[in-house]
């Protein structure tokens, strides 16, 4: 057992410096050891102690330290050296299947939108045009381009329909006896968290622990807790430590600082090198138009524009999403995500491999509402290329995993099995009644769970939300979440008699205080 601890760890150990050996990082400590060679206090006797020291006094320690916390939370611990790749991106088979199918539909849908509107899925811009984009750049609201004849190449609740249909082979019509019992939509046996794994696994949110988003804490008074509170946040943020900024969100980051703190634990901070390569990106959408641009305008217009908080962000969120589209770094994130980026060929070279390429180049086809992942960020950061780093960082940790098929604990089916046991289990009259009139309480928190509630909750209770997400590195705070406002609105959901009854009673999330709800949720049911 020891020595098959030990190989994992060397492997992962050699998995991290080998990610690290590419980043601009390494360069960067390279250049700096190589500097410090002329410093008087670093001695030819004792050259190697003496550059660890300098390194340390000099914070670059503390920023490889911050590198490689990073990589741990977001690659998975290596696989077992005889495991075949795949398994690293979904270890059952039947879920890979699932979603190679799943992606076929979705690329057959683009495909068919392309043959239709007889539009090219890429094509290079006319000068006049690059210049007419570079000019109006940063109001690029204002277009009103006609995308009458686009449409999303799914919406939520067509996924929801695949994942109602998925089924594991091994267990024919449910034979594992603690599943046969399972009355929601999902029915494949997952393991998930009970309450009592849950209170222990969320223990920082408490009853008894201060947290901000709760105006009365029982024990101290918030504005005693709340000063502290900063008082902490600002010490970690000296310290710039990724891990302490992590485990001090899960209490909630005071406004000031959680952009600071948010960047510290995603390990962004925005250096030259990074403002360059989002100019790149930005001149690579100048130059090309893709098909999938419009699919980005149709969906900001149907949804951030239409919304109360959000739609004065539209240009930033043009802005991020083109350039996301194009940024081919995504790409890496698919060596542990089960789905598979999507290729296209060269007109007349299709099935030859040396003529694909991948479409769009980032590998992620946008559907309804994917453009909600960008928009509450926008609260918190106002420089274009730091806005966008911190995104793409959110989505390659965690928001892929929302809509792509796998068993992870924190993709979309675990969550959804997570709300369907939780309800089933704390509150079965209220979840058999629903089940009676046909309204499913998946149906309609899926859409809730998928957009990780953006849209959905006011902003400042959805950013105390996603710190959680940050402060756990998990993504299953949200199905809790989805289950205890199924609690509160119990009473009147009992009276309902049709789906769309149920609908009216949950149609408004925005007057929710989220920490109250999850904590009593977690803390004060009694099991």
Known sequence: MMLEQDTG?????????????????????ERQARGSLHKPEIKLESLKEDIKEFLKTSGWEKRLQNAVYSELNVFPSPCHPAAPPEHMKEPLVYMRKAQGSWEKRILKSLNSMCTELSIP??????????????????????DEPDLSLFRPVYAPKDFLEVLMNLRNPNYENGDQPSFKNHLGLIQVPLKVKDIPELRDYFSELGLN??????????????????????RVGQTVLTEQDSAAAQQYVRQGCPTALRAELWALILNISNQPEDILYYEQLKS???????????LIYKDVKLTASNDDYYFVFEDYLYQVLLCFSRDTSVLEHFSYNSATPPKSYIRGKLGVEEYAVFYPPNGVIPFHGFSMYVAPLCFLYHEPSKLYQIFREMYVRFFFRLHSISSHPSGIVSLCLLFETLLQTHLPQLFYHLREIGAQPLRISFKWMVRAFSGYLATDQLLLLWD?????????????????????RAVNLMEVTSLAAAEAVLADLSTLKVMPLLQIFLFATVT
């Open 9 to 29: 760890l060397s492997l992962a150990i050699a998995q991290i410096v080998q990610r690290l050996k590419g980043s601009s990082l390494h360069s960067q400590l």
């Open 209 to 230: 622990t201060g947290q901000l988003g709760i105006d009365d804490s029982t024990q101290v008074p918030p504005e005693l807790f709340e000063n502290e509170h900063v």
């Open 284 to 294: 690579n959408v100048i130059q090309h138009d893709l098909l999938v641009d419009s």
């Open 468 to 488: 959680r997400i940050l402060g756990y590195n998990s993504l299953e705070i949200l199905a809790v979440l989805a289950a205890a406002v199924f609690a509160f």
């Open 121 to 142: 899925l890429a094509r290079k811009r006319p000068i006049g045009e690059q210049k007419e984009l570079l000019n109006k750049w940063n109001e690029m609201g204002t």
